[in-house]
């Protein structure tokens, strides 16, 4: 066996049964080319869902390629981009296989973080429509919109008639990750 990546010449040398000899020598007949799976994966500054991750694929001496993501999904293509839409440890494989069918594989973990849940109610009854009602959401710390505007108060009578867009947003302390609800 050969250790090594590189090119190595071959002799055979034969004798029959009546003391005949003969050789022939192949130079750099045998040529080991080992590929050398490796990647890296884009930077993300959030690793929320949905999650895209670009993987730059650096192999060396390979000619075909296999990437799993660890969620069902496997692509052949050399650099491809993925987005993982639900939270959880994904372990994305990639298999390198060189011209002479050598195959190597790594390996390296994804993980895309849950969403915090959300809610928020109003903190009393509409006594009158001048009144203003305080908005509470949960978690604590995030911030409301109505219609767009940045609002801590819901006002009925200032309202536009019909329906209003409250939405509540909120950005967690531990992932980074901002949700938000209607």
């Excluded at 959401?137 to 219609?147: A, D, E, L, R």
């Excluded at 019909?162 to 990750?177: A, E, F, I, K, Q």
Aim: a neutral charge.
């Amino acid at each position: 066996f050969y250790s090594a990546d590189g090119s190595y010449s071959v002799s055979l040398n034969i004798k029959d049964q009546y003391g005949c000899k003969d050789s022939i020598t192949r130079i750099n007949y045998i040529r080991l080319v080992t590929g050398r799976a490796y990647f890296t994966m884009s930077d993300s500054f959030s690793n929320c869902p949905p999650l895209v991750v670009n993987f730059s694929n650096v192999s060396t001496q390979a000619v075909s390629y296999e990437w799993d993501f660890g969620d069902t999904k496997v692509y052949t293509v050399a650099s491809p981009s993925h987005t993982y839409a639900k939270p959880d440890t994904f372990t994305v494989k990639l298999k390198a296989t060189s011209d002479n069918l050598c195959l190597d594989t790594i390996s390296r973990r994804v993980t895309v973080y849950k969403l915090d849940s959300l809610s928020f109610t109003l903190d009393s009854l509409f006594s009158s429509k001048d009144s203003a009602v305080a908005l509470l959401g949960y978690p604590q710390g995030g911030s409301f919109t109505i219609n767009g505007v940045s609002a801590v108060s819901f006002v009925p009578s200032l309202a536009k008639e019909g329906l209003n867009d409250v939405v509540y947003t909120y950005r967690s302390p531990l992932t980074g990750c901002v949700n938000s609800l209607k």
